[in-house]
């Protein structure tokens, strides 16, 4: 399977929050416990970083979720983040609709094959 490079808003992000941060790949990685091929992979966007790494960085760097996900707000919150619970409750809204969605392809893949093996 071929990967597509895709340079997403959150890719962008990422790489600007670490250069704002004057951090380097290297320190970037350790601090996530990631390699600086894996940071710089994020940055290229060939892959994508996770709502567990984007935590590590609010809880080590006060990054704000609603600057990385919707690019709005200050880079760096001071204190608790005052939409976390909006933006939460849109990335479980999300996740929840892209799980609806898989087990519907599911579904018509496993009907697909019934059917398949039924005309014999």
């Known amino acids: ?11 962008k992000r990422f790489k600007a929050f670490r250069l704002a941060e ?7 990685g350790e601090a996530l416990g990631k ?16 709502l567990t790494e984007v935590s590590i960085l609010r809880k080590k760097f006060d990054m704000s979720y609603e600057w990385f996900y919707e690019g709005k707000g200050k880079r760096v919150e001071s204190g608790k983040d005052e939409n976390l619970l ?6 479980k809204n ?10 519907k392809q599911d579904q018509i893949i ?5 059917d398949f093996y039924a005309k014999d």
């Open 35 to 50: 390699t600086k091929s894996w940071i710089n992979k994020v940055e290229n966007g060939s892959r994508r970083i996770t």
């Open 94 to 103: 999300e996740v929840d609709l892209l799980k609806q969605k898989v087990e």
């Open 86 to 91: 909006t933006v939460t409750t849109a990335l």
């Open 22 to 28: 004057n951090l380097t790949q290297e320190e970037l």
């Open 1 to 11: 399977m071929i990967m597509e490079n895709l340079i997403t808003d959150e890719a």
């Open 110 to 114: 496993k009907k697909l094959v019934r």
